[in-house]
């Protein structure tokens, strides 16, 4: 499918039009880590929303606009989002294609607002806050965790050593050790239980 025939279908789950850079830059650093927390996206700078006409972004502007873009993707989305931002002429318009990736240190979320109001993901061609749920799922894709290896509320030890792991930006990971005992092999679990970042977070 050529790009024409993209932006004639409309905006999608991976795909935003915007007419120019918004001076609000929420208007679409959302929908940027939105992308990075989802499958990945493509925001069309130069391209109006609502009926996909191409308005293009002023050829004296271009390179002043990419800079900005760049510049506010890296300043206010954490942690870094990868992107990729090449100007592309379509019958005669400069538009500006900004292909988010798809992250693997979820959640990505808007700096200024903080994990919870500043996480963002995608349904159909919309950009949603995210819900509560979908946020532990995220923090827990993003540690590498899966929900089979979370400690279980209630369960009961007969002997717990604490440990005590300091990360290098001074958050604490508690980790339990369990043993068995008078088990004729005896047995170490190790849980992992609370919120665990190896990167500071702003909530």
Known sequence: MTLLEEIQNGENVALEFKEARPKDS????????????????????GVEDKTGRLVGIPRDKVA????????????????????????????????????????????YYVKSLGIRKGTFIRIGATTRNVEEHKLKSLIIAGENLSFDKQP????????????????????????????????????????????????????
């Open 152 to 203: 279980v509320k209630g369960a009961r030890v007969t002997y717990t050593n604490f440990l005590l792991i300091q990360s290098e930006k001074q958050y604490a990971m508690p980790c339990f050790i369990e043993t068995i005992l008078n088990h004729p092999a005896s047995m170490l679990r190790c849980m992992t239980t609370g919120l665990k970042y190896s990167r500071r977070v702003n909530w």
């Open 64 to 107: 002043t606009e990419m800079d900005a873009i760049a510049d506010t993707v890296a300043n206010t989305c954490t942690p870094s989002v990868a992107i990729d931002l090449k100007p592309t002429t379509l019958e005669g318009k400069v538009l500006l294609a900004l292909d988010v990736r798809s992250g693997d240190k979820t959640p």
């Open 26 to 45: 929420l208007k679409f650093t959302k929908t940027v880590v939105a992308f990075a927390n989802g499958r990945g996206g493509r925001i069309l700078f």
